[in-house]
């Protein structure tokens, strides 16, 4: 089926016509509901205050004055706009530019959809010769719209040998691919995730000099790529204006990421298996951290507590079994339950974590401040109404002691399985 | 302890060093990454250190080096280059010449390009395998490598590598010692002449002082008013999450376990 909106001028004729037998019936097929507002039958607009509104999700009548609803359609939030996006398809590619996203646990993240916006400029700088960005993904990953993210063809990796710390396997994938396709441009993100090691062994590698660091990209006629580009140097203390070479490393920022069109993210497969390579580097695999010796502005998974924990004893067991960096709340820290570095939020510390549990703490504005980059917060609180529990990706509510408990338990329970197992 | 140990050959461990620039005033310096290099290689047991640099002799670089004799040596081989010149084919002779077991570099240099290629160059001509970013050295033994290595968010990797290698120190890496001034002063530089190959590319292009990065401008693509102010007054909210009411606490932990799992923040 198409998704084109089909229109029925005589339904709609209905649905004006307060007047016609079925006017009822058409609106509510059309999903309107009642009018509110229609022509009478003088010329003048007659309105029923009472039909005014819908009700809204938390069962509360709400009125929207924005002119987009009329009679009670129900809340019906911007989720459609997604698919308005119009979907670009390039059949047949003048060139590839190759994009190497990092993809940090598993998704896309701020710096490796900058640097597909960048590709995305780099490929449709010509109309005439449009070219394709092709991104390769190494390991499982949970991205969903990469599509979205300006990606028109998608290699993914995932075999057992480039599996955790492998970079000369790696490097061996990425030189089949340049075999294969020969892309026009490779672009990796310059950081400590990979993409800065991966960027440079395959430079050196195709004896090619980089440019590494570039935060700006412009359109150069004179230079040989038909760029030019801007990039840090000596530890950040100059910027250097050079033409664009086939390998950029490239910063955060370097371009607006892609937002206006989707793509097709097609599945390519590499033409031949990969080069079986003897790896020098063996992976021993990461080692435990005391999650208690790192930063909190750094720490990936922070357990924080707030003025809701009673029972401090049992939450700081809860954080060591866990595995989780502590942080708090400021209330927490007035109080002196916890160390006035350990504090988050606006006045504290900016964390970064990926994971963030909000134990009791119904979240001021500051600390939500101090959240915001944090990929998935859990609130535990008593308060459901509270403003960390419409920031959670999952709040539960109840008694925070027991729930603490109750994981504890879970967690041990399951490692001392997998002892026994083992 | 054990007499075999006194038999076995010593580790020759190279650091190469660099000139450094203090990020505020801009003066010469050792460069803090190498410094690290040289305080993890002082930390390995029965290790032949050796310092080697490439570039320039004149009277501020001098002060620079003397600072990574200060740390307890009493040489350092200086291959002499000009001013902007290619030094990795004068360092992949020295290396080959003496072919030391590992070698240790910062990450980047502090002058210049800056990089970060020229460990990997090497690496690659020399035929070493190479590992970026390190904390630590374990232990070495029979041609093996232990090694730490620092990702971001404070983790550590576990790695093992086989001999020669190339590592590159992270920040991470230990704190070096301060220099001694006197070691300093009686240290000797041992120059020797280099191949030169003259890098044309770099004398193309513009170089200036580092400009503040524009900030982003936060872009509102809304059709309407209302979205544009909504757009404008947003609180950091999340996109609807689930919220579990009415749950035993052991139904509330299972869905926090799940999540967790999921993120794979569990070890």
């Known amino acids: ?422 | 302890m054990q007499p075999e140990s006194a038999m076995t050959p010593a580790l020759e461990v190279t650091v190469l060093v660099s000139i450094g620039r203090h990020p505020l005033t801009g003066r010469v310096r050792r460069a803090d990454q190498d410094a690290r290099g040289v305080e993890l290689a002082r930390s390995l047991a029965d290790a032949e250190v050796r310092l080697l640099h490439a570039g320039e002799c004149n009277e501020s670089s001098e002060a620079a080096l003397r600072g990574y004799l200060g740390m307890g040596f009493s040489e350092l081989a200086l291959i002499e280059q000009p001013e902007g010149a290619d030094v990795l084919p004068a360092l992949s002779e020295a290396l080959d010449a003496t072919s030391p077991h590992l070698v240790i570099t910062g990450e980047r240099a502090e002058r210049g390009e800056g990089s970060g290629l020229l460990p990997y160059l090497l690496a690659e001509r020399l035929g070493w395998p190479l590992v970026s970013g390190l904390a630590a050295v374990e232990s070495v033994e029979d041609g093996m490598a232990t090694l730490l290595q620092a990702l971001p968010r404070g983790q550590r990797r576990r790695l093992k590598i086989r001999l020669p290698a190339i590592v590159t120190v992270d920040d991470a890496a230990p704190t070096p010692r301060q220099s001694a001034y006197g070691p300093a002063r009686r240290g000797t530089l041992e120059t020797s002449a280099g191949e030169v190959c003259n890098d044309d590319e770099w004398a193309t292009w513009q170089v200036q002082p580092a400009r503040p990065r524009p900030k982003r401008l936060k872009i509102v693509k809304a059709a309407s008013a209302r979205d544009r102010f909504k757009a404008a007054a947003a609180k950091a909210e999340g996109t609807g999450g689930q919220v579990l009411t009415d749950v035993t606490p052991t139904q509330g932990a299972e869905a926090i376990l799940t999540l967790l799992r999921d993120e794979e923040v569990l070890r």
């Open chain 1, 1 to 422: 089926m198409s998704q084109l909106p089909r229109r029925d001028p005589r339904q709609e004729w209905i649905a004006r016509n307060r007047l016609h037998p079925r006017h009822e019936e058409v609106l509510a097929a059309l999903g309107q509901g009642a009018t509110s507002e229609w022509p009478g039958p003088n010329g003048l607009v007659r309105k029923n205050p009472h039909r005014v509104g819908f009700i809204g999700p938390n069962g509360i009548k709400r009125i929207d004055r924005s002119g987009t609803q009329q009679g009670a359609g129900g809340g019906k939030a911007s989720a459609p706009v997604a698919e308005h996006k119009p979907l670009t398809e390039i059949a047949e590619p003048a060139f590839l530019v190759a994009v190497v996203p990092d993809m940090a646990g598993g998704r896309l993240s701020g710096h490796d959809k900058d640097l597909l916006g960048l590709a995305r400029r780099l490929a449709d700088a010509d109309p005439a010769a449009q070219g394709a960005v092709l991104a390769v993904v190494f390991g499982s990953h949970k991205e969903t719209n990469l599509g979205e993210a300006g990606v028109d063809r998608l290699l993914h990796l995932d075999s057992p040998e480039i599996a955790g710390y492998a970079p000369e396997a790696r490097l061996g994938a990425l030189i089949t691919v340049e075999q294969a396709w020969t892309p026009r441009h490779w672009l990796l993100p310059d950081s400590k995730l990979g993409g800065g090691e991966l960027g440079r062994r395959l430079a050196a590698r195709l004896g090619e000099r980089p440019a590494t660091g570039i935060w700006q990209v412009e359109a150069d006629a004179e230079s040989a790529t038909g760029w030019q580009c801007t990039a840090r140097g000596a530890a950040g203390s100059l910027d250097i204006r050079r033409p664009l070479p086939r390998i950029a490393l490239a910063l955060a920022e370097c371009a607006e990421p892609v937002s206006e069109t989707r793509h097709a993210a097609a599945e390519l497969v590499l033409p031949q298996p990969l080069p079986s390579t003897l790896s020098r580097i063996q992976d021993l695999g990461q080692v435990s951290v005391d999650p208690a010796s790192v930063a909190l502005s750094e720490a990936e998974f922070i357990l924080a507590a707030g003025n809701g924990v009673r029972d401090w004893d049992a939450y700081h067991r809860a954080a060591s079994v866990l595995g989780a960096t502590e942080g708090a709340s400021r209330v927490a820290v007035d109080e002196g339950y916890m160390p006035r570095d350990r504090q988050v939020g606006a006045t504290g510390t900016w964390v970064t974590a990926r994971v963030y549990i909000a134990v009791g703490i119904s979240g001021a504005i500051q600390h939500l401040q101090g959240i915001q980059p944090c990929e998935k917060v859990i609130a535990i609180n008593m308060d459901p109404s509270c403003d960390m529990i419409k920031r959670a990706d999952l709040a539960v509510i109840g008694d925070s002691t027991q729930i603490l408990e109750a994981l504890v338990t879970l967690v041990s329970q399951a490692r001392e399985e997998k002892r026994d197992a083992a």
